[in-house]
């Protein structure tokens, strides 16, 4: 079997396409854009590509990002992110908060992503979205495990009762992922760090979602034929190239479908941070119906 491809990329130019005819319209009905306040603290750069992207997905489909967004110095204090944080959470013009992590260590991120306004909280993270997914009554949710249910329905496969293992158990990916699956009717095993043999997990996946930011750590060869693929991981190699936690050539002659990585699971998070962006401004709004 040779897999067929997920396609991050094509998905999200069409989900971006539809949201900037939204946009637009939207906008022309109430006089304002959405706004999206992005923060980065410090000079990682990675953390810095991340959030340059976020800013051009914005502008690309009618987002005000730029007018909210700050770039603060990695020796601010919590306290005066915290402060921001509130100035922004009362800010009727911004929608959405993000701040971009990891932050320096003398910031707690609990504290920071428990300041933010769940109805702004765009990433998703906030306790109390976690527990309305959790609760089966989701509300703005984790971009990334998003993308990839939006991936899974390209596949055109009902998931009820689908075997879903899930490698990482992240509040970023893993647990919220764990959640999403469930809510569509998969059985859900939560592989981590202290799961004794991953090998015998993955040979009984009929869907498998790899989100341990280990480069290889899922070998092709443990695909069950006719899975779907999933990879989270984005790893840079030595030699500069990105690569994902699964041998991907190997577990494309298994799989039925795959993720690339680049171009599969990536795009799709800052996509579904639009998405959610435009539904929180749409419910600040008070104009949800589609
Ligand atoms: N760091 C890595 N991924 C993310 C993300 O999706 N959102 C934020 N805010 N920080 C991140």
New binding site residues.
């Given amino acids: 079997m040779t897999a067929q491809i997920l396609d991050g990329r094509t998905l999200s130019t069409s989900l971006r396409e539809y949201l900037r005819r939204d946009t637009a319209e939207l906008a022309a009905k109430h006089g304002r854009a959405p706004g999206l306040a992005v923060i980065l603290v410090g000079e990682d750069p990675a ?1 810095q590509i ?1 959030v340059r992207n976020k800013k051009k997905a914005c502008v690309d489909v009618g987002i005000e990002s730029d007018a909210f967004s700050q770039t603060l110095p990695a020796e601010i204090s919590q306290q005066h992110l915290l402060g921001l944080i509130a100035e922004l959470n009362a800010d009727p013009k911004v929608d959405g908060i ?5 932050v320096p260590e003398h910031i707690d991120p609990e504290a920071i992503i428990e300041a933010i306004d769940p109805g702004k909280d765009v ?1 998703g ?1 906030h306790p109390y979205n976690i527990g309305r997914l959790t609760a089966r009554m989701p509300a703005l949710r984790s ?2 495990p998003f993308g990839c249910m939006k991936l899974l329905e390209q596949t055109g496969i009902d998931l009820h009762g689908q075997e879903a293992v899930i490698v990482g158990a992240s509040n ?1 990916v893993g647990r919220p992922m764990t959640m999403e699956l469930l809510l569509a009717g998969a059985t859900v095993t939560v592989a981590h760090k202290f799961t004794r043999n991953l090998q015998q997990h993955i040979e009984r996946a009929d869907i498998v979602v790899a989100a341990a930011g280990k480069p290889g750590l899922v070998k092709g060869k443990w695909i069950k034929p006719g899975a779907i693929v999933i990879d989270v991981g984005i790893n840079r190699m030595d030699n500069g190239k990105l690569t994902g936690d699964v041998e991907f050539d190997k577990a494309a002659e298994r799989a039925a479908w795959i993720t690339p990585v680049p171009g599969g699971v990536g795009p799709m ?1 800052i996509t579904m941070l639009l998405t959610n962006t435009v539904q929180a401004f749409r419910e600040h709004l008070g104009d949800t119906c589609e």
């Fill in positions: 953390s991340y993000l701040v971009q992590m990891p990433d993270f971009c990334t970023i998070t």
